[in-house]
């Protein structure tokens, strides 16, 4: 198990909101550390870049192509946060598009409670693929 603290947690236990308030972090994380570490830009610039990719619709469709490699487990967690009942909904998104990117962080945020930074590096570098 890899995570920055050892602390009890199970992530099977938790509520689907409380894994996207996790996904959310490490997914922005990610996609910081992409831009970062492979180019040395203005803050601003960088900033940006990553607003764009974290975003409702980037994540959306972030979710769509990794989708059909999720496993049962996996797929189980993303359909609980794609039905999950939030209270709100992000500026200039849709609900579909907000649905599916609550369903991608609860699922980042499952696999990193659960120790499965492999399984993450694995999902996020097809995210860094470019489209064919």
């Given at each position: 198990?890899?995570?920055?603290?050892?602390?009890?947690?199970?992530?099977?236990?938790?509520?689907?909101?409380?894994?996207?308030?996790?996904?959310?972090?490490?997914?922005?994380?990610?996609?910081?550390?992409?831009?970062?570490?492979?180019?040395?830009?203005?803050?601003?610039?960088?900033?940006?870049?990553?607003?764009?990719?974290?975003?409702?619709?980037?994540?959306?469709?972030?979710?769509?192509?990794?989708?059909?490699?999720?496993?049962?487990?996996?797929?189980?967690?993303?359909?609980?946060?794609?039905?999950?009942?939030?209270?709100?909904?992000?500026?200039n998104a849709s609900e579909s598009d907000y649905h599916y990117a609550t369903?991608?962080?609860?699922?980042?945020?499952?696999?990193?409670?659960k120790g499965e930074l492999n399984r993450l590096r694995t999902l996020f570098?097809?995210?860094?693929?470019?489209?064919?």
């Amino acid at each position: 198990m890899e995570r920055f603290l050892n602390l009890p947690c199970d992530p099977a236990q938790l509520g689907t909101l409380n894994l996207a308030f996790v996904g959310d972090t490490v997914y922005d994380l990610f996609v910081r550390e992409s831009l970062v570490c492979t180019a040395n830009q203005p803050v601003k610039k960088q900033h940006s870049l990553a607003a764009a990719r974290v975003k409702a619709a980037a994540q959306a469709a972030a979710a769509q192509k990794i989708l059909p490699l999720l496993t049962e487990e996996e797929a189980d967690v993303f359909r609980r946060g794609r039905n999950a009942h939030v209270r709100h909904k992000a500026k200039n998104a849709s609900e579909s598009d907000y649905h599916y990117a609550t369903a991608l962080e609860a699922l980042v945020g499952y696999l990193y409670l659960k120790g499965e930074l492999n399984r993450l590096r694995t999902l996020f570098a097809l995210l860094l693929e470019e489209p064919t």
